[in-house]
Structures are given as structure tokens and as C-alpha cells.
């Protein structure tokens, strides 16, 4: 879903027709309000903004967005786009800006890479989650032990450090891997390096 | 131009030598084609302070990103004799792009969302102040040695 936001509407529906002919989804807004107030939040894909509207600018409105933490992927294209507005743009963290007049095919291209980034930043995010969930379902000892295995400790000083038997930290440990789905230590370690920062580890 | 200074902190052609370098502070490297923004730029390191290798080319300055540290890169944007987003894109690509700003007498919009990409500190278009320059290479200075007196 491409959501575009200008307050020209011959330039809002050309978009839209464009996009249509190679089968990409779009919604059009004729400014940044009706766009906030939109249920954008609820969909995945691009933001295609135009620089200077009334009200709400464009940049203004791409500042709105990150306070509010949304990452969808935001083009700017402008016809009076000048070098200090695209070097701020950019600077925030903008996809691309693009200047008029523009090939449709360059604008197809920068819309297919957005897509493609927002469409791994959430696969990403995903991953995230679903491995903290797995974290989370771990008991306080099987977590201990965790951080143990990926720190490359063996059972046997495992064992040691937390002052179990050898045989109890294997029994752990194979909790450990069946919930956090994996077999192999490789595996758990970059889940682990995924999901950063686990915060304290629960007392016991 | 290929014959580079006796060493990375040694002074740029006719300007007086620098002071020595705050300790911690490895050198600025410039690579710009104009003479007057060069020496602009040479001046600017000294009174800052720093030390600051010159180059002409952005051949010779990939093999000194390769080969030394940098407190920062200043690169002069004027293609076709040199261009030096190419340039960043290129350091950036090969993992040695310093902290870096992009200097350009005549700016437009491709090259600065290019230069951003790669991973550029600020693209300044003519006619940019010497506070510009200074708002981003003094805080790369203060990371680098926490000590050093940062009044100007």
C-alpha cells in the first residue's frame, strides 16, 4: 500500500494511476491531516509526500511520523526541491527525495525499494518479537543457564558457576532448546544477539 | 599531487606549519580540487588546531582511508574533475568512509540525497561558513580526546 499525500489532485491521481497499471495498491490524501487521521497505521508499505502543502508540510509532517516511532519508508518528491530541504530530508532518515520532473520509472523504482525495505523491516521486527516470547517463556534458572551456553561455557562449568548437578544443567539446558526452538548452539546465539539487550536476569 | 607529505600530519604546501596535533587527534583529510577552497580549508585545520593531509584525487584518497585514520573527511563535490560523492559511496562501499562532510560549489538536490546516503555528516553548497564546517568536526574532536579545550 503506497499512501500519498500532495494537495495537487492531478498529481494525486496520476500517482495512484500509475501505481495501479503496475498493480500496486494506493490511497491518496490532500493533506497531511486527512493522512493522520487515516488508519495508516493499520497497513504496511510507503509514504509518498509531497514537500511544501498548506497547513502541515511535508517535512513537517515526516517529523510528525518519527516522533510518533511509525517506520514506513517516506519519499519526498518536490518540484521546488532545493539541496538544504533534501540534505535534512535525508538526514532524518528519508527513503528518497525526488525532484520534478522525474522518470516514472525512477519513482517506480524508489517505490518498489521502499516496499522491499519495509517489507523486511517488519519481517525483522517479527523475528524480534517472536524470539522475546520465546525468551519470556523460559523460567528464571533455564534463562541463567542460557546466558551461560551462549556465553561457550560447558555443562560441566555450568554446573559449577550456579552450584547444580552437571546432570540437572543438562536437563535445563535441553529446555532451553526446545523452546527457544532450535538444536543447534549457533542458533541460540544469534537469537539471542537478536533479541539485544535482555535486561537483568530475573532473580530465582 | 601523487607525492604525498612526508608523513600524515605534515604541512600543506606553502602554509606555516601546524601547531602539534591535541594528542589523540588523528588528521583531518582533505581532498579538494580548488586551490582557494583548499587553502581555506588547510587554514580552518590550523587554527583548529589539527593536522591535515591534502589530496587532489580520489584514487589517492581511497588508499589513504585504506591505509590511516581520519578525525574526518572534507570532500570537495565538483565533478568532473573530482567527484567526490562518487568518492564517499566508494570509501563507504570498501568499509573506510570516516565521519565525512561534502563540500560543493554548486549543489544539487541527486548528489546531496546520494552524499546523505552513503553516509555523509552535511552537504554544503557554496557559500558555506567556516561554522558550518566547525558545528560538525568539533564534536568528532571531543569524542576523540574528551580532554582537549574546545574553545575556539
Not at chain 1, 494525486?12 to 500496486?24: F, H, K, Q
Not at chain 1, 551462549?150 to 548437578?165: M, P
Amino acid at each position: 500500500m503506497v499512501h500519498i499525500v500532495d494537495d495537487d489532485e492531478a498529481v494525486r491521481e496520476s500517482l495512484a494511476l500509475l501505481l495501479d497499471s503496475v498493480g500496486i495498491r494506493s490511497r491518496t490524501y490532500p493533506n497531511a491531516r486527512a493522512f493522520l487521521e487515516s488508519d495508516f497505521r493499520n497497513t504496511h508499505g510507503c509514504v509518498v509526500l509531497d514537500i511544501r502543502m498548506p497547513g502541515m508540510s511535508g517535512m513537517e509532517l515526516h517529523e510528525r511520523l518519527i516522533e510518533m516511532g511509525v517506520e514506513m519508508p517516506v519519499i519526498f518528491i518536490t518540484g521546488h526541491g532545493d539541496v538544504p530541504m533534501a540534505v535534512e530530508a535525508m538526514k532524518r532518515g528519508a527513503a528518497e527525495f525526488i525532484q520534478k520532473p522525474f522518470r516514472e520509472q525512477a519513482l517506480l523504482d524508489c517505490i518498489n525499494r521502499a516496499l522491499e525495505t519495509d517489507a523486511r523491516r517488519r519481517a525483522e521486527r517479527a523475528e524480534i518479537d517472536a524470539i522475546r516470547a520465546r525468551i519470556a517463556s523460559l523460567t528464571p534458572r533455564e534463562r541463567q543457564v542460557m546466558e551461560l551456553i551462549v556465553q561457550g561455557k560447558a555443562n560441566k562449568v555450568i554446573a559449577f558457576d550456579l552450584g547444580l548437578s552437571q546432570r540437572t544443567v543438562e536437563i535445563h539446558r535441553a529446555h532451553v532448546m526446545e523452546k527457544m526452538q532450535t538444536r543447534s548452539l549457533a542458533e541460540l546465539v544469534r537469537q539471542v544477539m537478536l533479541a539485544g539487550d535482555l535486561g537483568e536476569t530475573p532473580a530465582d | 599531487m601523487s607525492r604525498h607529505p612526508p608523513h600524515p600530519g605534515a604541512a600543506v604546501g606553502r602554509e606555516p606549519p601546524p601547531r602539534p596535533a591535541r594528542r589523540g587527534a588523528p588528521p583531518l583529510l582533505l581532498v579538494v580540487h580548488d586551490p582557494a577552497l583548499r587553502a581555506r580549508l588547510a587554514r580552518l585545520a590550523d587554527r583548529e588546531g589539527l593536522c591535515a593531509r591534502v589530496l587532489g584525487g580520489a584514487d589517492e584518497a581511497l588508499a589513504a582511508l585504506g591505509g590511516a585514520r581520519f578525525l574526518a573527511l572534507l570532500v570537495e563535490h565538483a565533478p568532473p574533475r573530482l567527484d567526490g560523492v562518487s568518492l564517499l559511496e566508494e570509501a563507504a562501499r570498501r568499509g573506510i568512509l570516516p565521519p565525512a562532510l561534502l563540500l560543493t560549489e554548486q549543489g544539487d538536490v541527486a548528489s546531496a540525497v546520494r552524499a546523505i546516503r552513503a553516509g555523509a555528516l552535511d552537504y554544503l553548497e557554496a557559500p558555506f561558513s567556516d561554522s558550518q564546517i566547525l558545528r560538525q568536526l568539533r564534536p568528532l574532536r571531543a569524542a576523540q580526546c574528551p580532554d582537549a579545550d574546545l574553545r575556539p
